[in-house]
């Protein structure tokens, strides 16, 4: 495991805990510069391929979703713990599929259903991108929809 600070190749284990859906997260600290980190290891059954809009297949990454949570989540009162879960969450059900090809639109329908129970704001934000909006009209629809709820 490299440090992503400094990419030294020694670190050291500061803590281990088990989660009931076979995740085993880790915080370390690097040998070298002393900055902290967090790793996360599972158990993957199925290589899981993304069939994305344009038809090519990718290799399943978690760090894209979360990579994506943080720019809907910007400047917003969610912590990096509660993306991680929400992460976790949408990784877990699409394994629970048992199938070796998702589509993206599954996924990014995942994080839509997940995310509205943690930020709205971030919740609008991910959607208008997702959603490919052109039109003020359409914020006007899923703001009605977010006040309904």
């Given at each position: 495991m490299r440090c992503p600070y400094c990419n030294a190749e020694n670190s050291k284990t500061l803590e281990?805990?088990?989660s009931p859906e076979n995740n085993t997260r880790r915080r370390r600290e690097c040998v070298s510069c002393s900055k902290r980190f967090t790793t996360y290891e599972y158990v993957e059954t199925v290589e899981l391929m993304v069939r994305k809009k344009d038809g090519k297949l990718e290799r399943f990454d978690v760090n894209k979703i979360i990579r994506g949570l943080q720019k809907a989540c910007e400047k917003?009162?969610?912590t990096m713990s509660q993306l991680n879960a929400l992460a976790s969450q949408v990784r877990s059900?699409?394994?629970l599929k048992g199938t070796e090809e998702i589509a993206s639109?599954?996924?990014g329908d995942l994080?839509?259903?997940y995310l509205k129970n943690v930020d709205r704001i971030a919740y609008i934000r991910f959607a208008s991108?997702?959603?490919q909006f052109e039109e003020?009209?359409?914020f006007?629809?899923?703001l009605l929809e977010v006040k309904k709820k």
């Open positions: 281990t805990r088990d917003r009162p969610v059900d699409l394994m639109r599954e996924i994080i839509i259903k991108v997702y959603k003020p009209e359409d006007r629809q899923l």
